[in-house]
Every structure is written in C-alpha cells, then in structure tokens.
C-alpha cells in the first residue's frame, strides 16, 4: 500500500503543528540535503508550455529515494478563479521501483519555497536583518512572511501589490500572528528601508517590479516569481550589482533571472557556499541576489519531511495503487479473482 497526504489531512498537520515550526524544521531539512548535493541524480525539469501556462514534471533521486512533483503555474488563472500554482508529488523506493508516498503538494509547495527562500537568506543576508519588503502579495506571500520569521527573526514587514486587496488579505492573515505590516503604495517605497526584498509576483512577461534605483548596499534580494522562460522580475542591471546565487545552474539559465543576461554571466550555486567552496556575503555593504526557480531537491526533502511527520499518524492514509498480484508474474490472473463490491 501507498501512504497518502490529502489536502484535509495536509492542513490538520500545518494547524496541529504551526506553519512557522514546519518551515524551520524544513530549512533545515533542505539545507541538509543541500550539503549533500552531489549524491544526488539531477536534471532540470520537464516543462510543457502553453500561452495559459506551464506543466512541470520535477523528478530527482539519490540512491535510495526517487522523488517526482507535477506542477502548474498559469499567472492568468485567479482572474478565473483558479490558483496561479498547484501540485502533487511522490517518493518512490528506489530499489524495486514502487511508489511508497503520495502527498498533495500545492501547500506543501509554498513552505518549501519560503522554507528554501528564508534557508539561503540565513546565510546571505546581514545577520541584523529585521525588515523585509515583500513585492507580490499572493499565495505565496504568508509562507514566505512567516518562514523569514521562524528562520530569521524577520517581523516588519513593507508590501506592495499591484492589487490593493491581495495586500489587505495578507495584512488579514498575518496582522493578528504579530507582524508589523506596512502597506507601500509603490515597489520602491516598500523597498525603502528594507534589508531584505522578496519579490513574488506572477507574470508571464518580462516585468521589472524592482527596479535597479530600488536596492540599497546591503540588501538580500530573494527573487521567486521568475521561474519560467519568459518571465522575471528583475531590472537585469541589479544582477550586476552583486553576486548571484542560484539552485541548480542548467536549469536557473533557462528559467531564472539570468535569462535576461549572457549565457556565461557567472552565478554560484548556493550549495557551494555551504560546503565552504565558494564565497557567500563577503561584506555588509555588498547587494546578494538569490535567483529562486524551485528545484527538485526541495520537493524531495519537503516529502521526506512531511512523510517523517506524519507517520504512524492518523494524517496518513493508504492507497492501493500498485497492482500486487500474489503471482509477481501473473499480473492478469488479478483480472479473474472476484471484484470486492462497494
Ligand atoms: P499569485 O498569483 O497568487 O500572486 C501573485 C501576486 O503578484 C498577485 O497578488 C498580483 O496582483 C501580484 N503582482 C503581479 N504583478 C505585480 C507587480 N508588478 N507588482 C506588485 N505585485 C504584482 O501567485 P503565487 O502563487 O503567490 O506565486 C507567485 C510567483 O511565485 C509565481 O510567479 C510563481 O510561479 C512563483 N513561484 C516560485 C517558486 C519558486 O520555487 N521559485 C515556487 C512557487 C511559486
């Protein structure tokens, strides 16, 4: 049998466990995986454009766990009542090939990104660090609040949304869990100030939300929202304010901010900075960029996670999606048995 994480079982776990608690514990998770990265069978992931959107395929395996997630983003689809990102993932046992893990992973998506976001500032941004302007105050907003909370300490927050009631449903959600919210009317006034910049729009354009006149020495860009071919958020002259970092390189130059820069522009893959083989932050006035597309290592981790904490629960169900005959070989003899009615 496959244990399974619906969505109910999925938001019992966030509540009984807090979402701040999950996304700490899963920083350190990923970080940990991170470390680890060259054990790791990597490609970049499988995309199938359309003009509404993207489907992705995400897989990745180290020697005993295979891990896949199917993911969306369609930016046009809140105007139609849909959500711009949803998900689903699965781990597999490497050494007979069955599935053992099914999970839905449109929640569990945004707290690996924020857990992922607020991983890499940990170590990029000035350790001071208490302010943090948010450009985009969609799905992803909260997690990305509070996982900078849980990690960082990060509680003053400056946001600015295109949409002034996406703005007001994040000060709704995150006002009464103790945040100080200032509401900018403008990117550059909520950058003002701000020792960090999460930028977390969607688009699918070439967009400058933040603009290069935005960003003072010091600031740790966490840029998410550009993570398909065609579409970042970034003026490109901030890139060359300071040094980028990125996931996985082959697959940040087809969907990243880079795009919009030569294809020799020289990033860092933010592994590297913590096994002590590249630099990170050198100095407090330096401007640190981290080109954020998802990768599928944070999706691994984040089902390992989730499967640690869930079992032996009753969050986790079964499902009988292999066909198990008692004959391995005899996969049609299932077909003669009588079906259990119900
Ligand atoms: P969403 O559609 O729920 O929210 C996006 C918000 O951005 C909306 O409220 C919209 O009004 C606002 N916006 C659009 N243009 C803007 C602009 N110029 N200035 C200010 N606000 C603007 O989307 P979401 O689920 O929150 O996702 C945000 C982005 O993050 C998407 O592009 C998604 O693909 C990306 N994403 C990245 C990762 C990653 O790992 N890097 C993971 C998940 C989602």
């Not at 990102?85 to 992973?105: K, Q, S």
């Not at 200032?182 to 100030?193: Q, T």
Request: hydrophobic fraction near 45%; proline fraction near 6%.
């Amino acid at each position: 049998m496959t244990s399974y994480v619906g969505v109910v079982d999925m938001l019992r776990w966030i509540a009984q466990t807090g979402p701040e608690r999950i996304m700490t514990e899963m920083a350190d998770a990923i970080e940990g995986d991170f470390r680890r990265w060259e054990s790791f069978d990597k490609t970049h992931r499988v995309a199938s454009h359309t003009p509404f959107g993207v489907i992705e395929l995400m897989p990745i395996s180290d020697a005993d766990v295979y891990a896949f997630k199917y993911v969306n983003g369609h930016p046009f689809n809140p105007a139609r009542g849909f959500q711009t990102v949803t998900a689903f993932g699965v781990l597999a046992d490497v050494h007979n090939g069955y599935p053992v893990f099914l999970a839905e992973m449109t929640l569990l998506t945004a707290l690996r990104t924020a857990a992922t976001s607020a991983m890499v500032a940990r170590t990029l941004a000035r350790p001071e660090a208490r302010t943090m302007a948010m450009i985009g105050a969609g799905s992803q907003a909260e997690f990305q609040a509070l996982a900078f909370r849980g990690v960082l300490g990060i509680d003053h927050l400056r946001v600015y949304d295109v949409d002034p009631a996406a703005t007001e449903k994040l000060m709704r959600n995150l006002v009464p869990r103790g945040f100080e919210v200032i509401p900018c009317a403008s990117a550059a006034e909520a950058a003002r100030g701000a020792d960090i910049v999460t930028t977390c729009t969607a688009d699918k354009a070439v967009a400058r939300v933040l603009a290069d006149s935005n960003v003072a020495p010091g600031m740790h860009i966490n840029a998410i929202g550009g993570d398909c071919p065609g579409k970042t958020e970034l003026d490109p002259a901030i890139l060359e304010r300071g040094p980028v970092f990125v996931e996985y390189e082959p697959q940040t130059r087809i969907e990243g901010e880079i795009q919009a820069v030569e294809p020799d522009f020289p990033v860092t893959e933010f592994w590297r900075v913590l096994n002590g083989s590249a630099p990170g932050r050198t100095h407090s006035e330096q401007i640190t960029i981290f080109d954020s597309v998802g990768f599928a290592i944070e999706d691994f981790s984040a089902l390992r996670h989730l499967r640690a904490g869930v079992a032996g629960t009753q969050l986790e169900q079964t499902l009988d999606l292999v066909a198990s005959p008692e004959d391995p070989k005899d996969l049609f003899g299932m077909t003669n048995l009588p079906v259990p009615v119900g």
